[in-house]
């Protein structure tokens, strides 16, 4: 019997008529810092001054062991790769502001004295990817990205031109120690299934 719909255009291989998902989309997100950043101050102004964000990339060191006529592989220590996190740098001071009080913790430029452990400047920052609805009983969340240990590792005061219309920004390269990916109810999903059962700990120490 001939094929007239490929599953309604989802093309499913398994001849079950489903359609497509809806995907989640790039521009409906938020950024939020829950605790450090620039000494603990309120961070609402970063949140509402965000442009973008990339989201985390980790890699796995490959270790190649030798066998009889082969070579086989196994993965080694992970790293996270730095996200970038640009920001419109508004009229009030309160982005440049904040990102100085992040800076001045990780280094004091003026007295040049450096912290004598990562606690005392290290910060949270929580990535949502939101499902497009308007909030008026609960935000509507997908899924978040918690990278924890986070501290600034470089920090771009963008260019000012007379040639120029656009906003002026800063862009932060945010360093990270690790990283959960929780769904919409806290538990922390693939690949960190391994993790399942402790994901209601995981999940209350992440919202405390």
Request: hydrophobic share 35%; glycine share 8%.
């Amino acid at each position: 019997m001939p094929i007239t719909s490929l599953g309604n255009m989802s093309v499913d291989a398994q001849g079950e008529n489903s359609s497509l998902l809806m995907p989640k989309l790039q521009y409906r997100f938020r950024v939020r810092f829950p605790s450090g950043f620039g000494g603990g101050d309120g961070t609402a102004p970063l949140t509402k001054q965000v442009i973008d964000v990339t989201r985390p990339t980790v890699s796995f060191t490959d270790i190649p062991i030798d066998v009889y006529n082969s070579t086989v592989h196994v993965a080694g220590k992970h790293a996270w790769e730095p996200v970038t996190l640009n920001l419109r740098d508004d009229i009030n001071h309160n982005v440049s502001k904040l990102v100085g009080k992040q800076l001045q913790s990780q280094f004091d430029f003026y007295e040049q004295s450096s912290p004598t452990s990562g606690q005392d400047y290290k910060f949270r920052m929580d990535i949502d990817v939101l499902d497009g609805g308007n909030g008026n009983t609960a935000t509507g969340v997908l899924e978040t990205w918690s990278l924890l240990g986070c501290y600034i590792e470089n920090a771009a005061y963008n260019q000012l031109a007379y040639s120029a219309s656009e906003a002026v920004t800063i862009t932060l390269s945010i360093r990270f120690d690790n990283a959960l990916q929780t769904d919409e109810s806290g538990n922390v999903t693939e690949p960190w299934s391994t993790f399942a059962r402790t994901a209601g700990t995981l999940a209350s120490s992440l919202a405390s």
